[in-house]
């Protein structure tokens, strides 16, 4: 049926009237819902109704797929594709030699050098909660030596046993002082990565919430793709990354972010695919967005072996995701955290953070 009436989506009043513009511009018919009533003030957005069988022209025009597109040709040539170099970021914990390994199976696919960063906090405490004056020791800058004496020993160590397994590698190291995630981010400015690698530390009863959330902080603020791996993963040999799911959301990131990821794994033989969890059913208007950048996808010149989409029903997005992940061997899940205002992330668990926190496969996070 596609002569029924649909919900195209729900917007302020301003971004509605924009929106009504753009449809009546290209002869689509609209029906603004709740108009008079936001504007008395009883209701807060606007819904957009339009006909199913204009939902695909429709929705090009409310993602904007051609700003896509030329954002994708703009970022593409700057990316660093081949990938060349590969930071790691290392805490000495019993996790990080995976964590290395993994980087460097990576990084010798792709003939890549790779960097490991350790950063390291200043214990002298910076600011006093006293409002007389305090004097301090020489004790606090003494342990601060004592700190880098021996992350330096460590990181040596740590090189010495990677280059057993790849005695060819370009196997560099730095230390920072600064927290986890500012260190991991100055590295990364001055070393220009085109890959982060940050462990996850999931074991045990207590998880370090620090730890938990670095990777995700780090994606947050740059815009080299940061690989995660988790330390429930079981050690096993290394037979390279053959599948990659992408979860998506179906809009306009997505898209960047999915032919970015086809250009990165470009040079091994990988097999994508891109799968919506649809919760309970599937509504027109979600078919037609899945529909949209299926058809998106498969015109672009994507030098891939195969690029798969699925859009299946689940009852949990995660526990569903976790079930194909299983039935299809999948070996990386990828995703874009969208970047949500305070209340949204109060009110609503990140589904990066659980997906990154209970997964069994690393996560690649993109920057959105």
Not at 7 to 25: E, P, T, W
Not at 99 to 109: D, H, L, P, Q, V
Not at 272 to 281: E, K, Y
Request: glycine letters at 2%; aromatic letters at 6%; proline letters at 5%.
């Amino acid at each position: 049926m596609k002569d029924q009436l649909i919900i195209l989506g729900s917007f302020d009043f301003a971004r509605a009237q924009v929106i009504k513009s753009q449809l009546q511009a290209a002869k689509i018919e609209c029906f603004p819902e709740h108009e008079e009533a936001m504007m008395s003030g009883i209701q807060d957005v606007v819904n957009i109704i339009i006909n199913e069988e204009d939902a695909e022209k429709a929705l090009k025009i409310v993602n904007n797929y051609k700003e896509a597109i030329s954002i994708v040709n703009e970022r593409i040539p700057k990316a660093q594709f081949p990938l060349k170099k590969i930071l790691v970021a290392v805490d000495f914990s019993e996790h990080t030699l995976l964590t290395c390994k993994y980087a460097m199976n990576i990084a010798k696919e792709f003939n890549a050098e790779v960097k490991l960063v350790h950063a390291y906090e200043n214990p002298i405490i910076n600011s006093s909660p006293y409002t007389e004056p305090v004097v301090y020791n020489i004790e606090p800058l003494s342990q601060l030596s004592v700190i880098e004496h021996e992350a330096k020993k460590k990181i040596g160590s740590l090189k010495k046993e990677l280059k057993q397994n790849w005695p060819e590698a370009i196997l560099t190291s730095t230390l920072v002082n600064e927290s986890p995630v500012e260190g991991i981010l100055k590295a990364s400015m001055d070393y220009k990565p085109g890959l982060i690698f940050i462990g996850h530390h999931i074991k045990g009863s207590m998880v370090n919430p620090i730890v938990s959330h670095t990777g995700r902080k780090v994606s947050d603020r740059t815009t080299i793709p940061v690989f995660v791996v988790p330390d429930n993963i079981v050690e096993k040999e290394w037979k390279s990354i053959k599948k990659v799911l992408y979860a998506t959301d179906l809009d306009d990131q997505d898209l960047i972010s999915v032919m970015i990821l086809s250009e990165m794994i470009k040079p091994l033989n990988i097999e994508i695919h891109c799968v919506h969890v649809s919760m309970g059913a599937i509504d027109p208007m979600t078919q037609a967005r899945f529909d949209l950048m299926k058809k998106e996808l498969q015109s672009r010149n994507i030098k891939l072996k195969n690029v798969v989409c699925k859009l299946i029903v689940g009852d949990d997005i995660e526990n569903t995701l976790e079930t194909y992940l299983r039935n299809n061997d999948i070996d990386l899940i990828s995703l874009t955290p969208h970047k949500r205002n305070l209340l949204t992330r109060w009110l609503t668990p990140s589904l990066t953070n659980r997906i990154v926190k209970n997964t069994e496969v690393p996560v690649l996070l993109f920057h959105d």
